[in-house]
């Protein structure tokens, strides 16, 4: 209810109240100086009735009454002009907040705007969603009281609590004052609420703001960074601690960093004259060193990459190659790989690619931190050989270098380095040995001498003096072997699955050991042949597909490095044994598509002839039949017209049979004509100036009887277009496809549109809401002698109409196409060229 109408409702009963009371002391005035209430009441002396002072006393009582009234009447439009202000303060405070509300929905904290009563009149989305509120909830909270929403922990924001009413008149607001508010749903908020006023020009406070930041977040994150601190302290004390016994260490490894001295020196030297880039990087794949050959490889210095990612020196093809080196130093398992060298392209900083192969090594820190040493090499003008021998001793020289690192930052033991310098050296020549066997994988693609060249150097790289390659037979499910060297088995061996150690690992799909002497294995000797101590059987799988097994025997055992290795080299064998396999399939694929296309060839020279010579008889019985066609026409219809009256009717509709049948068998013999001069190409185009409404016209008239026969609408939709085209041809298929769609409807309406598509095309739609067709018949709706669409019931026609409507669409446009629905209607949609130039009258 508004203020102005409850001061009218109030003043009214003040001034019946008034009135009431007045009245009231009047009558008692009157009824003491006639009744003579004392003497009635007290039994009081009797006085005499004075009706004069009975007339003053009511006067004087009037008069009082007057006075109050006007005197109220003036305190109420006091307080009326005070309302009227107090509303246009309303109005001007709300007016400023709607003027500011795309200022204040960009603030992101929540916020609340109130009037001079301290009434909320705007509420933002974040102050709703931290109160508990929800959107459309919205009515509820305008016009609630500001407490009532940020509402305080002790509820002493109340009356004179408020902050705003306590604000001093020199000051406009208050910032960050420490507050809990509560929830709808109790929960206990932290912040802090700032306060700001609002002032007319003339000093009036037409409202206020509150801000309210939630900080309880930041609040927890200072704890944390309070007990950070303190772990901090302690960690440094601890660290202080380490430092003291690591000094103490320090004395106690200077024999030993004198012994490593001369090997930190080769080094070191190795790594100043490197022409390759040394880049390690931690397991977010972020670099934390280089050395100056990257800055000189990729032209970025040190300073520039630190803390980048690696992906900064790769193009985007390349990545995933290093991705899949890096996942398999890390599901290798083992404290520190070499993974394989692998071929691909470096990013410089001036946009510019270059050939390089990389190696990725995995070592981690006395703490598990894991990192990544990377050595990338530029091959654009080094030959395979020397990009090989160049990465080992880089790759040297990475682990070298990290060696120092962990001496400097760790201070270990002198056992743990002279083990790693051992590990070191034992990696070098395993890394020599195992990139000859990847070169040779990499330069392969034949099968066979894949397998010979692989094979051979496996034997060399693992020192086996007995080496058997087996293909797995999918069908058989047996074991072939394809070479062997060092023994005297038969080239046509064969294994079943579990039979013998090949068989085993080949049905286990797992490497497979024999650490003892195997008599039926012989190394061959000048002086005799000798029993292999160990022998290993390895399948080769290929994404789960068993591909071959590779069988090695030697005198010697194979450490732990070796075997690892042979694991390792497995995956990349059976990638390259599977390439080479699908080569050899597309080879033979090749041939047999080649042999294939030849018979295609032939065939499809059969069928030109075949349909050369149906156009040629289509022709010939067209023409032959035409003239007998016409004659017996003809002659039919001037029996008929003097027959009338002669004949008995019977005989007339007799007559009218005959000609009506001739009529549609000489249509069938133009269109089986027509049909054959399309497809020998002899049909020529009559091209002439007209306007496709005038045509649609022409095509509507004909066919209006027919559609009034059947009681259908016929519907015109035509823009007036100047058209160059074959008039006699339009005309022709709109003329078929009407037909076809009245044919096809039995109520409803059958729809005629044409409209430009385009500065050069211009299309055509018939439309109707007959039975329609099938989705199985729409494919072959144009084929020739074909009638689709008719259910159960006979229709007439040769089945060429829509064909030759096709031919003559694709002669004269873009062709033609349908969409249909069955029960509920076909539409045929050409798109034709409005002006085709007539190649005779220019060739004149």
């Not at 931690?282 to 100056?292: E, H, L, P, R």
Request: aromatic share 6%; net charge negative; charged share 30%.
């Amino acid at each position: 209810m508004k203020m102005k109408e409850l001061l009218k409702k109030e003043s009214m009963k003040l001034y019946i109240t008034v009135c009431i009371g007045f009245s009231v002391i009047g009558i008692l005035i009157a009824l003491n100086e006639i009744l003579d209430l004392p003497h009635l009441i007290f039994g009081a002396v009797a006085t005499p009735l004075n009706w004069i002072d009975v007339a003053i006393e009511s006067v004087f009582v009037f008069i009082i009454f007057l006075f109050s009234l006007h005197l109220l009447r003036y305190i109420f439009l006091r307080f009326e002009t005070t309302l009227k202000k107090l509303e246009a303060a309303e109005r001007e405070v709300a007016n400023v907040w709607k003027q500011q509300e795309g200022f204040l929905d960009a603030i992101t904290e929540p916020t609340i705007t109130i009037a001079p009563n301290f009434d909320i009149i705007y509420i933002n989305d974040a102050a709703l969603s931290l109160t508990g509120y929800r959107r459309e909830e919205i009515d509820s909270v305008l016009g609630a009281k500001c407490y009532r929403v940020f509402k305080p922990k002790n509820n002493d924001c109340k009356g004179t609590n408020c902050i705003l009413r306590n604000m001093p008149d020199e000051v406009l607001s208050l910032k960050n004052i420490d507050r809990t508010i509560v929830t709808r749903d109790g929960t206990e908020i932290e912040g802090l609420l700032s306060c700001a006023r609002v002032r007319d020009a003339e000093g009036n406070i037409l409202g206020g703001m509150e801000i309210f930041r939630d900080v309880r977040e930041e609040r927890r994150r200072l704890r944390e960074i309070e007990e950070s601190e303190n772990e901090l302290a302690i960690m440094n004390e601890e660290l202080r601690t380490t430092n003291e016994e690591v000094i103490q260490s320090q004395n106690e490894l200077l024999d030993v960093n004198k012994k490593l001295q001369e090997s930190e020196e080769r080094f070191r030297s190795i790594a100043e004259t490197a022409n390759d880039a040394i880049i390690s990087i931690d397991s977010n794949a972020t670099i934390v060193f280089c050395n100056d050959a990257a800055e000189t490889i990729f032209g970025y210095s040190c300073d520039e990459i630190i803390k980048k990612p690696v992906i900064l020196l790769l193009p985007e093809r390349s990545r995933p190659t290093f991705k899949d080196s890096i996942n398999q130093a890390v599901l290798s398992g083992r404290s520190y790989i070499t993974d394989e060298t692998v071929d691909f392209m470096g990013l410089r900083k001036n946009g510019s690619e270059f050939p390089a192969d990389h190696s990725v090594s995995k070592w981690k820190t006395r703490d598990g931190s894991i990192f990544f040493t990377v050595i990338i090499r530029d091959i654009t003008e080094r030959s395979v050989a020397e990009r090989k021998i160049q990465t080992q001793y880089d790759e040297l020289d990475a682990l070298n270098n990290q060696l120092a690192i962990t001496i400097e930052e760790l201070k270990t033991t002198n056992e743990y380095l002279i083990a790693t310098q051992e590990m070191i050296e034992h990696q070098r020549r395993l890394l020599e040995s195992y990139s000859n066997v990847i070169r040779v994988l990499n330069s392969e693609i034949d099968l066979d001498r894949l397998i010979e060249k692989t094979l051979d150097s496996v034997m060399e790289f693992t020192k086996s003096q007995i080496g058997r390659v087996y293909l797995y037979d999918p069908n058989y499910e047996t074991l072939k072997l394809h070479t062997s060297y060092g023994t005297a088995m038969g080239k046509n061996e064969e294994l079943k699955l579990g039979e013998g150690l090949a068989g085993e690992a080949a049905r286990k799909q797992s490497l497979v050991i024999l650490e003892e002497e195997n008599d039926e294995l012989q190394i061959i000797t000048l002086t005799g042949s000798v029993s292999p101590i160990t022998n290993i059987c390895i399948p080769v799988v290929y994404q789960d597909e068993l591909l071959a097994v590779v069988g090695l025997g030697s005198i010697n055992r194979f450490d732990e490095d070796l075997l690892a290795f042979i694991e390792d080299f497995t995956i990349q064998y059976a990638t390259a044994i599977k390439n080479a396999m699908t080569y050899r399939s597309i080879q033979g694929l090749a041939n047999e598509l080649a042999d294939r296309n030849k018979e295609i060839e032939e065939a499809n020279k059969e069928i030109q002839r075949a349909n050369e010579m149906k156009s040629e008889f289509l022709a010939k019985v067209s023409h032959e039949l035409r003239t007998p066609m016409t004659s017996i026409l003809g002659f039919t219809k001037r029996v008929m017209k003097k027959s009338e009256g002669v004949l008995p009717e019977k005989e007339i509709k007799q007559l009218e049979i005959v000609y009506r049948n001739g009529e549609e068998l000489l249509n069938l013999v133009n269109g089986l004509l027509d049909l054959s001069k399309i497809e020998s190409g002899q049909i020529e185009l009559d091209i002439e100036d007209f306007n496709i409404n005038d045509l649609v016209d022409d095509v509507v008239d004909l066919a209006i009887p027919l559609a009034e026969d059947k009681g259908l609408r016929i519907v015109k939709e035509a823009e007036a277009v100047e058209l160059t085209s074959d008039k006699g041809k339009i005309k022709e298929m709109l003329v078929n496809l009407v037909g076809n769609a009245i044919k096809f409807t039995d109520n409803g309406e059958v729809r005629l549109v044409a409209e430009t598509q385009n500065e050069d095309h211009i299309t055509l739609i018939v439309e109707d809401t007959g039975i329609g067709v099938s989705e199985e018949d729409l494919e072959s709706i144009f084929d020739e002698f074909k009638q689709v669409g008719c259910g159960s019931r006979k229709r007439h026609g040769t089945g060429l109409g829509l064909a030759i409507t096709k031919k003559y669409a694709e002669m004269l446009g873009e062709g033609i196409k349908v969409e249909s629905e069955v029960s509920k209607g076909t539409k045929f949609t050409m798109q034709l060229k409005k002006h085709i130039v007539n190649e005779g009258a220019e060739n004149e």
